[in-house]
């Protein structure tokens, strides 16, 4: 008892696997409950017993077992992850329950086994059971079928799969045990109720006694079919209906039934089996053996053979030849019987498989049927049915009409024999009216032959046609045909029988109920004759219908054909003698007009017709003789009539008649004559053609016309011919082209075309143009053998009619027209939706197939490469001579077959060339060669060549273009070329099903059979194989849908079973919509526009014209108000949507107001949805995410992802960017940007456009994405896209400007190389806007940076591109200066120097005029720059040198005002940057700067002067004076600059070169980097002008970076070049210094400009900033050391300023980089830590701020460089400690929330870091104990001490602060002087021992002027400039704060050096005022200079600015200065004034 308590307390999961069976048993019994009580199907409870349940049912303990069982019964019922168990599960019940001797246990495993069925895992189980039945133990074999024969009887045939089950039944029937044989034949039983007969075959070798037995049973059951009782999980709602079924006692449909057992085919239930290995070795030679015997016996070796009901598929070409030789050339007949005989064997047993040989092989069995042997005529016809059945009629239809015409009237009826049994085997849809004409109208001859037994076949033929497409589809062919035929035929079709009786008689009408509708109209036609179709009419309607309600379509628009057909037959059969029409005529005429008809008094003549007129006019429709009234109009004189009058009022009254009453073929063959003659008639040519229109109308144009030319051109008349040709193509216009028969009239049209007669030819070639417009290029083809002159002609005529579109028909004919609508719409949709077929088969072919010897095939296969090459030269020769060839091409497919294989690679290359031939010389007839020659050329596209996998996929596209999808996926053929396992033929083959697979409406259902191969393609080795097998997945699921994709992924192992299924998940998200169907009503109404472009877009295109002409008809027939208003016809491309909504309206165009009303609710619902589409587009375009981009561009740095860089666009390239947008864009834009028609991306580009500025923000978000996708664009030839393309970007960059935003390198990399691409494009317009870009660019982008971009682009081998990239680099000098020549100018410029030698004169020009804009801004120096030219290229450079410097010094002073307001003003986007118009003008740049820097009087420039008399004038424009203030400054001083020899200062008059600020801007920061440096300090010293007004600072706002770069730059420059050069005044380097560093001040002080500083700048900043503090050289130059002090200040200032996250993660950066670095000082990075101490101090006041991650990630970067271990290793352990620190310091001040800041590390379980965060958070609580601990040990007397001495230090400092700062200095000082006073011991030695001596001075004289105040003493003058506290600066000695008084005492003490400061004078008015710190630009005197200068400068100043004037006037006084230079005071003074009194006039102007 003690074992079961343990077991007992178990839980019920480990009793069920405990070693105790008991506890077992009880395990099991417990579960049951559970698994009873738990009611969710999903609880997790289940997942627990996934595993256990195979040791339910396999338990080794009988009793247990048994509860197992139940209890597993009861899981795998309710469980939902039961189905995962079931492959283990039925295997334990297969081997461990079967084999058990009680009943209830093998009972138990069956109905687990039919539970696993019900829960959807049929295969599973039955793939387990068929195992089974290999088990050598009897009793298991036995269970194994019982469950199969019991599964079948409850789930049916479709559930369980019979093929694998018949396959091993008649294994069982061998079984040496009784009870296996016994429950076999229980299973032949059941199987039989299910299939039926299909079950024969596969038994018929068993046992003859079994077999007779089972025959006995089979009799015994019931003859209705079994029905399924037992139902899937899936399958509810058919229990539902069945349990209905069974309580309402019905059953069920017989029709239903039927199908059922006629779904399984006996052929596949058969095993194939390979014959070819065992034919006979000697067979080839046998069949060619002399004596018949040895034929016979190869034969009948073959014959046994092919006896085998499925062959396995194989190369028969060899076979099928030899066969086909004995049947066509054979003496002997019995041979040809047998070799039929084999013929039909291969046909049946290989099915479909044959279709590839029958092309070959009918045509001789055709010829053959001469024999009048009955056994040899019954093979062949055995054959010949068998061979149709492998194939398509369309595909025999060329070689049947082609033995129609035979003389041997056996071959003729045999053919239609062989037609009226194919037709029983078609269906409505398999014969078109394509198809059906061209035979019916054969079998019409045939009717009329002379031998009877033709005439009975022909009639059979169309009897079966009739009864199989229903009698209105094949009246129209008949209507030449009398009555007696026509019953005749009509008697044949209801002796037809059809396969299957039921569906024959129904189908024999084949039409639906709906259809009856519309017959009735049909036969209430008031005509006599009418009533023939009636009957059979009524008949169609009332017959129930058989087919889909698609085919009843058709049928029904021929109702509308059938009235028309009846209407035309009576009027042409009925030809009335002249008495009767005498007779007729005057029942309606008045006597006298007939008597006085044939006056000779020409004005009887005239009032008699004036009388017809009238009566004509008066006269019921339905009572009008028309024959008979034109009858009489005809009699003499009739149309010979010679008074004009009387001709006119005859040819109005038979247009009249035409129009009025019913009119037919037969009169208008009365009159036509006459009117053709009278055409040319100047006066009654008018009313003849309005004659001829009216009959047209009346009969038909196309009848019509070909009467009126054949007519016309019987007479000699040149002039009727001419008119007739103008009538002609005029009414095409008007009636449209269908029906036409260009045949009818073309060999007229030729004959015109060579007349004597100009006006012939004319209107000939008129009319060809016409033709053009609905033919399109075939027409060409009939002309090609014209002369050239006239080619050249009707070329011209045809260019004119290039692009337009033909004008929607104004006319139709009367009758039936709607009808007539409706049918051609049919029609067209039969014949693949476009006229383009018909127009093809118009074209004249030639029969090639005699040329094709027997000579050239072997020539073909020759051994020798070279024989086999001359005999495809020859074929292509042949076929090129030809043009346009028939079908019949002989053996020329088998032997072109074989050269796709040939060894010579050239050959094959050849042989592809020759089937691209062959698909344009053969048109749509090339479908018959598909299986035979076309499947080889998919095979080429598996050579490992690309060169030839390009041109078989060229070929291959250029057949399917001609023959469509369909025969390429009918059949296994497809899916045999994808079981090859060759990855390159794979990957092409998928690809190009993934772009056709979308363009197909339907696909026929042996697409499925790729399915398998599609799913091992998705886990193929190669990565391009699975790529384009998971694009091709969608493209599968929209045909065959998800459902029927996911069960075939049944038979797949489990784990690719699980990837492919996430496959299909994902492709089923992107799966795309079937296209729509294409709308008829264009075709309809004559419309033949499709021929030309036979695609879906352009046809609906045409069809919407046409429904917009005729919106009454739209109205009448219209199904639906889906789209009521027609689209505008401003619209030139429909969007999809738009020609979804415009379908919804199309086909109920064919008239049937059934089909509309079926429509209507489609169409609404169509409509909503569009309307759904539009509201959802109404919403944001684009998704901004946070962060988004920067982390794209992570992954990318990490190659995570691809990078953006290729040469042209893989298709991986584009699902990346494809998967990133989808996160960023809304689906629908995301849609449209990547669909296959560019007009859609047009459309998203436009919407873009619109939402720019509105989501400028998400714009910027996704920029990275947008610039991709655009490149993609860029790779396109289309010219519209890439022009809008090219639109939106030049918006985007203005936006990006506007917003101040600036390009990341991550997204320049990725786009501008590609935009550098189209900057080569051919086009003019294209390459204007890219130069627009570039010029767009440089505000967004530095230009330093874009010009590596350029320089790469003068690489390529485009030589436009290399000529605009040079360009464009010309104008970036030109603009930039030399500092954009990245990397070095002299590199550069050697590089672009090279192209001056250029075999392209654009590239050499453009090299030229680069070199010339470098020799404008640095002079001779470009030859030092330039290295070494060839002696031709030096002197083309030197040539061109000298002109630009003639073309300067002859250029007038001044632009012209236009060109000075274009580029002041450049508003045309199209403009580009400095664009050159021609290669002089280089020196229009260097002659504005030649002019600035010449002028005589630079004090008051010539140019100020002209532009003060302009704005003094001018009254309207308001004048921006700032801006002189910014522009014109530091023109005053610049004589005064000396600058070095063959240096030329660059003038800053760039306000002429630029209008707007930022360009402004770019181009002073560019002059920063300059390495002139008095032109650096000009540009520090306008930017500081700049920055130094508060309210115009912010301009800088978005270059601060840029302004950094030039600076850090500059900063280089000295070091590496200027210090080092000792012919430098040194004096010039430590002015240049100072700008630096009072620029970088100001900008510092301003914290908002200081925070736009990025990482990577400030890094280099504080980087350059500390090596000049360590640089010794500074030093040593004279007043080196306040340069190093105010670099001190700087560093301080950019610490406290800049972003601090950008600060950290710089200097953790610069940090690790130093440290790294080996070469650099120790010192740099010492410093770099003193720098992040003082960060770290700050911490407290700054943490709020700090973006903890990104500071943690850096922290963590940094230790995976330099873990601890490689810390400690270094030489001091500071860095270690400083990072201890900082850690520690963030531990401090966030606690244990530092931990939740670790997201941006990736793998943060393994980072140092978080380990050592996690140290420190847990013992900081201790920190505070250790520290008071340490202050314990020292005594408390220290601590006084200690405490006594920092109070003191403190207060010092205080004061030394306040005396530092500006606003305190006074309030220090007087501080001081009291603590001195008080504590007169102090020692003051520590705070100014490191201050200057000019300091200390001051703080003296500051002391001694306090002491005399409070004495009274009298005032002495202070110091000018207040220099300030500059104690400790020095970062290595300092950790106070500082303030800039280092800086503030340097400039005084060099304004006092350079003169422009006298220290008795100082600027500030007393020392109350705070001082200001005076300009830059005042230390620009690069020479001593007297106080006027400085006066002048203010002097200026106050002029252009008023707030500036009122400034500087409160703040200097100036008096006469003692020191003034006499010499030049009068003159400037004198002029000074006259400027200020003229702008104080211009101010009160404007005011």
């Not at 344009?920 to 690309?946: E, N, Y």
């Not at 236009?1458 to 003003?1465: D, G, I, V």
Request: hydrophobic content about 40%.
């Amino acid at each position: 008892m003690g074992d079961d308590s343990e077991w007992m307390k178990l839980p019920i999961d480990q009793k069920c696997e405990h070693k105790v069976w008991k506890a077992r048993l009880n395990g099991y019994e417990e579960a049951l409950k559970l698994f009873q009580r738990i009611e969710d199907e999903k609880s997790p409870e289940w997942g627990k017993y996934l595993g256990l349940i195979k040791r339910f049912v396999t338990d080794s303990n009988a009793v247990a077992q048994l509860k197992g069982l139940e209890a597993a019964l009861a899981f795998v019922e309710n469980a939902h992850v039961a189905g995962k168990t079931a492959g283990e599960v039925v295997s334990g019940v297969v081997t461990k329950v079967f084999n058990q001797p009680k009943a209830r246990a093998k009972e138990l495993g069956m109905d687990i086994c039919l539970m696993y069925m019900e829960i959807e895992k049929a295969e599973v189980v039955q793939d387990e059971l068929l195992k089974g039945l290999d088990n050598k133990n009897p009793k298991i074999v036995v269970a194994c079928i019982e469950t199969l024969r019991k599964a079948l009887s409850e789930f049916g045939s479709k559930i369980v799969t019979l093929k694998p089950v018949v396959k091993v039944l008649p294994k069982q029937f061998e079984s040496r045990e009784k009870a296996v044989r016994d429950e076999a034949k229980q299973l032949a039983i059941e199987i039989y109720k299910w299939i039926r007969d299909a079950l024969r075959l596969p038994l018929q070798n068993i046992n003859p006694v079994q077999l007779k037995e089972l025959e006995e049973e089979w009799v015994k059951l019931p003859s209705s079919p079994p029905k399924q009782t037992r139902f899937l999980r899936s399958q509810q709602d058919l229990k539902a209906k069945f349990e209905q079924q069974q309580a309402q006692g019905e059953q069920s449909d017989g029709d239903e039934e039927e199908e059922v057992a006629a779904a399984v085919d006996p052929y596949d239930l058969l095993e194939p089996v390979e014959i070819l290995s065992k034919m006979p070795k000697d067979f080839y030679d046998k069949i060619e053996a002399k004596k018949w015997q040895e034929r016979k016996e190869a034969l009948e070796a073959v014959e046994a053979l092919t006896k085998n009901p499925k062959l396995e598929n194989g190369d028969y070409g060899d076979l099928v030849r030899a066969l086909k030789k004995v049947v066509g050339k054979d003496a002997n007949v019995m041979l040809v019987s047998v070799a039929a005989k084999c013929l039909a064997g291969l046909a049946s047993g290989l099915r479909k498989k044959f279709g590839t040989y029958a092309g070959q092989v009918v045509p001789t069995i055709l010829e053959k049927f001469k024999e009048k042997k009955p056994q040899v005529v019954q093979a062949l016809q055995e054959a010949i049915d068998a061979i149709f059945l492998t194939t398509t009629l369309q595909n025999l239809s060329e070689d049947v009409l082609a033995v129609m015409d035979n003389k041997n009237p056996s071959i003729k009826q045999q053919a239609s024999l062989f037609l009226a049994r194919s037709f029983r085997h078609c269906t409505q849809a398999m014969l078109p009216k394509s198809v059906l004409k061209p035979l019916c109208a054969a079998l019409i001859k045939q009717v009329n032959d002379s031998a009877p037994e033709v005439r009975d076949a022909a009639f059979e033929a169309l009897g079966t046609a009739m009864k199989v497409v229903g009698e209105k589809a094949v009246n129209p062919f008949l209507a030449d045909l009398d009555k007696l035929k026509l019953d005749k035929i009509k008697e044949s079709a209801d002796k037809v029988e059809l396969p299957g009786s039921k569906k024959g008689a129904a189908g024999g009408a084949a039409a639906d109920k709906k259809p009856a509708a519309k017959a009735t109209p049909a036969a209430e036609a008031p005509s006599k004759s009418s009533a023939p179709p009636k009957k059979p009419q009524a008949a169609a309607a009332s017959k129930p219908s058989a087919g889909p309600p698609k085919k009843g379509k058709p049928a029904s628009a021929a109702g509308g054909k059938s009235k028309k057909t009846s209407d035309s037959k009576e009027f042409t059969e009925t030809e009335l003698s002249v008495e009767v029409c005498e007779e007729l005529a005057a029942g309606v005429l008045p006597a006298s007009c007939l008597q006085q008809m044939d006056s000779s008094n020409w004005k009887e003549r005239l009032a008699s017709m004036e009388e017809f007129q009238k009566a004509v006019e008066t006269m019921d429709k339905a009572a009008m003789p028309c024959q008979a009234l034109v009858r009489m109009l005809a009699k003499k004189p009739g149309f010979k009539e010679t008074n004009f009058q009387v001709m006119q009022l005859k040819l109005q009254v038979v247009a009249l008649v035409a129009q009025r009453g019913q009119f037919s073929k037969t009169s208008a063959s009365v009159v036509l004559e006459g009117l053709v003659d009278k055409i040319g008639d100047v006066k009654c040519g008018g009313n003849a053609k309005t004659a001829l229109t009216a009959i047209g109308e009346a009969c038909s144009l196309p009848w019509t016309a070909e009467q009126v030319v054949s007519l016309a051109f019987a007479q000699k008349n040149p002039k009727n011919q001419a008119e007739t040709l103008n009538w002609l193509a005029n009414a095409m216009k008007e009636f449209g082209f269908a029906g036409i028969n260009v045949k009818g009239f073309i060999n007229n049209v030729k004959t015109a075309l060579g007349a004597t007669n100009p006006a012939v030819r004319t209107a000939a070639i008129a009319l060809l143009g016409v033709m053009y417009l609905y033919m399109g290029q075939p027409l060409r083809m009939f002309f090609e053998d014209e002369k050239p002159a006239l080619l050249t002609q009707i070329n011209a005529e045809f260019e004119k009619m290039q692009g337009q579109s033909p004008p929607a028909p104004i006319r139709s004919v009367r009758k039936a027209a709607a009808e007539d609508e409706g049918e051609e719409g049919a029609e067209n949709e039969d014949d693949g939706g476009g006229a383009a077929p018909d127009i093809m088969d118009l074209l004249p072919r030639t029969d090639i197939s005699e040329k094709i010897t027997s000579d050239l095939v072997y020539k073909i296969g020759d051994k020798n490469w070279k024989i086999r090459k001359e005999g495809l030269d020859e074929t292509a020769a042949i076929i090129s001579e030809a043009k346009f060839i028939t079908t019949n091409i002989g053996e020329l497919p088998l032997a072109l077959k074989g050269r796709l294989g040939d060894s010579n690679k050239i050959l094959v290359q050849q042989t592809l060339t020759i089937l691209q031939q062959l698909a344009t010389a053969m048109g749509p007839g090339l479908k018959q060669h598909v299986k035979a020659l076309g499947f080889s050329i998919i095979t080429v596209l598996g050579d490992s060549k690309a060169n030839l996998r390009a041109a078989a996929m060229a070929t291959l596209q250029a057949w399917v273009e001609q023959t469509g999808m369909k025969d390429w996926l009918e059949g296994e053929d497809l899916s045999e070329e994808l079981k090859r396992e060759n990855p390159f033929l794979r990957q092409e083959v998928l690809a190009w099903l993934a772009e056709k697979l979308p363009t197909l409406r339907t696909v026929p259902g042996d697409l499925m059979l790729c399915i398998p191969q599609l799913f091992v393609c998705l886990e193929d080795r190669n990565a391009d194989v699975r790529k384009k097998a998971q694009d091709a997945l969608p493209t599968f699921m929209m045909h065959l849908g998800y459902e029927k994709m996911m069960k075939a992924t049944g038979k797949l192992k489990p784990a690719s079973k699980d990837q492919v299924v996430a496959m299909l998940e994902k492709a089923r998200a992107v799966m795309p919509a079937k296209p729509a169907a294409p709308a008829k009503a264009g075709v309809g109404k004559g419309s033949a526009e499709p021929s030309r472009a036979p695609s879906a877009s352009r046809s609906a295109a045409a069809s919407e014209d046409v429904n917009d002409s005729k919106p009454e008809a739209k109205k009448v027939r219209g199904g639906g108000g889906a789209a009521k208003k027609p689209p505008s016809p401003s619209e030139e491309a429909p969007s999809s949507k738009e020609k979804e909504s415009n379908g919804s309206k199309k086909p109920p165009v064919k008239g049937k107001a059934a089909a509309g009303s079926q429509q209507g609710p489609a169409g609404k619902k169509l409509a909503a949805k569009v309307l759904k589409d539009e509201e959802d587009k109404s919403g944001p375009i684009f998704i901004l995410i946070p962060n988004a981009k920067e982390q794209r561009m992570k992954e990318e740095k990490q190659l995570k992802i691809l990078k953006w860089n290729f040469i042209t666009p893989r298709d991986e390239y584009v699902e990346q960017l494809k998967s990133q947008m989808a996160a960023c864009f809304t689906k629908w834009l995301l849609d449209e940007l990547f669909h296959l028609d560019f007009q859609r991306h047009v459309k998203a580009i436009s919407v873009m456009i619109e939402r720019l500025n509105s989501e400028s923000d998400a714009t910027i978000g996704c920029l990275d994405l947008i610039l991709k996708w655009v490149t993609l664009r860029f790779f396109e030839t289309n010219t519209t896209i890439l022009m809008k393309v090219l639109e939106y970007l030049k918006l985007l960059f203005t936006m990006l400007n506007r917003e101040n935003y600036h390009l990341t390198e991550y997204e320049a990399n990725s786009f501008i190389p590609y935009l550098i691409l189209k900057v080569g494009e051919s086009k003019d317009v294209v390459r204007k806007d890219v130069r627009a870009i570039f010029t767009m660019l440089c505000k967004v982008y530095p230009a330093s940076k874009l010009f590596p971009f350029l320089m790469e682009g003068t690489k390529s081998k485009n030589s436009k591109q290399r000529a605009e990239c040079l360009e464009e680099l010309g104008c970036l000098i030109e603009g930039y200066g030399m500092n954009v020549c990245q990397p070095t100018p002299a590199k550069c410029l050697k590089e672009i120097a090279v192209h001056i030698g250029d075999r392209d004169t654009s590239v050499r020009n453009a090299a030229l005029n680069t070199v010339v804009a470098v020799y404008n801004v640095c002079g001779d120096q470009v030859y030092k720059l330039i290295g070494n030219l060839s002696e031709k290229d030096m002197s083309m450079l030197e040539e061109r040198i000298k002109r630009s410097a003639k073309k300067t010094a002859a250029a007038p002073a001044k632009q012209s005002a236009p060109e000075k307001t274009q580029r002041e003003h450049p508003t045309n986007p199209n403009a580009t940057f400095l664009r050159k118009p021609t290669q002089e003008d280089p020196g229009k740049l260097n002659q504005s700067r030649q002019n600035a820097q010449h002028n005589d009087h630079p004090s008051i420039p010539k140019e100020f002067q002209l532009d003060l008399d302009m704005i003094e004038q001018d009254q309207s424009n308001v004048c921006e004076l700032p801006d002189l203030v910014q522009h014109k400054l530091d023109e005053l001083l610049e004589p005064l600059v000396i600058p070095e020899p063959k240096m030329r200062s660059v003038s800053p008059h760039f306000d002429d070169l630029h209008s707007s600020t930022a360009s402004t801007i770019n181009f002073v920061i560019s002059q920063v980097a300059s390495g002139d440096i008095s032109t650096s300090i000009q540009a520090l010293a306008q930017i500081d002008e700049v920055l130094r007004q508060e309210d115009k600072a912010d301009v800088m706002s978005g270059h601060i970076d840029q302004l950094l770069i030039a600076t850090i730059m500059q900063l280089r420059l000295i070091n590496s070049t200027h210090l080092a050069d000792d012919r430098l005044d040194k004096r010039d380097l430590i002015k240049l210094y100072s700008c630096i560093m009072g620029n970088m001040l100001s900008l510092f002080s301003m914290e908002t400009l200081a925070r736009e500083a990025s990482m990577g700048v400030l890094k280099d900043l504080m980087h350059s900033l500390i090596t000049l503090i360590l640089d010794s050289r500074v030093e040593d130059v004279e007043d080196g050391e306040q340069v190093i002090r105010s670099v001190n200040l700087l560093v301080i200032r950019v610490l406290e300023h800049s972003d601090q996250n950008n600060m950290f993660s710089a200097l953790l950066v610069l940090l690790q980089d130093t440290l790294v670095s080996t070469a650099g000082s120790p010192k740099v990075s010492e410093l770099v830590m003193k720098c992040l101490w003082r960060m770290i101090r700050f911490l407290p006041e700054t943490i709020n701020s700090l973006n903890l991650d990104r500071i943690l990630l850096d922290v963590h970067n940094f230790m995976k460089v330099f873990p601890k271990e490689k810390l400690k290793q270094l030489k001091t352990d500071v860095p270690h400690r400083t990072l201890k620190t900082l850690c520690h310091t963030l531990c401090k001040l966030t606690g244990a929330k530092i931990l939740d800041h670790l997201s941006m590390i990736e793998n943060r379980n393994e980072s140092e870091l978080e380990a050592h965060l996690r140290r420190t958070v847990k013992h900081t609580g201790n920190l505070s104990g250790t520290k008071s601990d340490r202050g314990n040990e020292k005594t408390a007397h220290g601590m006084d001490e200690r405490m006594s001495k920092a109070k003191v230090s403190d207060i010092l400092s205080e004061i030394f602060k306040k005396i530092g700062s500006k606003e305190n200095t006074k309030e220090g000082l007087t501080e001081l002087y009291e603590y001195k006073q008080k504590y007169s011991d102090a020692d003051l030695e520590p705070f100014l021992r490191n201050t200057s001596q000019f300091f200390q001075s001051y703080v003296e004289r500051g002391l001694r002027v306090i002491e005399s105040e409070r004495e009274g003493k009298p005032r002495i003058q202070s110091a000018a400039v207040i220099p300030q506290h500059g104690v400790d600066s020095s970062l290595s000695s300092s950790n106070e704060e500082l303030k800039p008084a280092v800086y503030y005492e340097r400039l005084k003490i060099l304004r006092q050096r350079q003169g422009l400061e006298n220290t008795s004078r100082g600027l500030g008015g007393s020392e109350d005022e705070p001082q200001q710190r005076p300009a830059i630009s005042s230390l620009l005197s690069s020479k001593p200079s007297v106080a006027s200068s400085t006066d002048m400068l203010h002097s200026k100043l106050s002029q252009l600015k008023e707030s500036r004037e009122l400034y500087q006037q409160e703040h200097n006084p100036h008096s006469g200065s003692p020191t003034r230079s006499h010499a030049r005071s009068a003159s400037p003074a004198a002029n000074l004034d006259d400027l200020k009194k003229r702008l104080e006039r211009i101010k009160s102007n404007r005011q």
